[in-house]
């Protein structure tokens, strides 16, 4: 038995993780941030793979059976190779869960035209992803996708409320909504995203749902655990939680409050 690990190349999953804990306090958890290799979204799939597993087998070996990519570059790159070449390999039962599918699986309860934009990074457009994930659920929805290459660095950098941010969405979800008219549902296919949600909210037309990730992987670990309870009778439950950086814990903590919405207190770790 152990945590639940909670992965991610930097702060974004603390977003996420945030919704994890407020839905399943109970668990024991570890987040494990790779701030000394991020950004994920730039590199090939090969590097996030190897990156990836690389993290998780970290978060084996401290004790977790149950690890969730709180990355949506982790989940497009390398989630598939590590569920289907590596996890039959280990001795024992453990479960590698991403943030794409919880999204994709429920995006038809969310759209009457059948429209459905995604503001993502480079990586996570390139990867068609989402298109491939909902095509599965939902295969009449149509699904229109939109890069926005400088949201991350301006929400990394608090540049939350700066002009040049509110042109970037502004421009960004224009270039969106330009593909369809009918675009009547927005995921929000970063983890950094949910930040800039005062903004994205201002510039969307009415009418138009923004679904953000958090509370729907929360939702979806929530089902997960209910329906697999072989995996659940694995999870430690002392409400306990650890946080890790591959880099210098001290700037983790200074940028990781705002992502997480408290202070917290990190380790570094050295893969």
Known sequence: MGPIGVFDSGYGGLTVFREIVKKLPQYDYVYLGDNARVPYGTRSFETVYAYTKECVDQLFD???????????TASAKALRSIQQRDLPNYPDLRKVL???????EIIG?????????ILATPGTIKSASYPIEIQKFFPDINVFQQSCPLWVPLVENNELDSPGTAYFVETDIRKLLQQSPHIDAVILGCTHYPLLLPLIERFMPPGIRVLAQGGLVADSLADYLQRHPEVEALCTKEGRIRFFTTDNALDFEEKAGRFYGQSIQAAELQL
Do not use: F, Y
Request: charged share 15%.
């Open 62 to 72: 401290m004790g977790c059976r149950l690890v969730v990519l709180a990355c949506n």
């Open 98 to 104: 991403g943030v794409i599918r919880p999204t994709t």
């Open 109 to 117: 309860n969310h759209t009457k035209s059948r429209h459905v934009g």
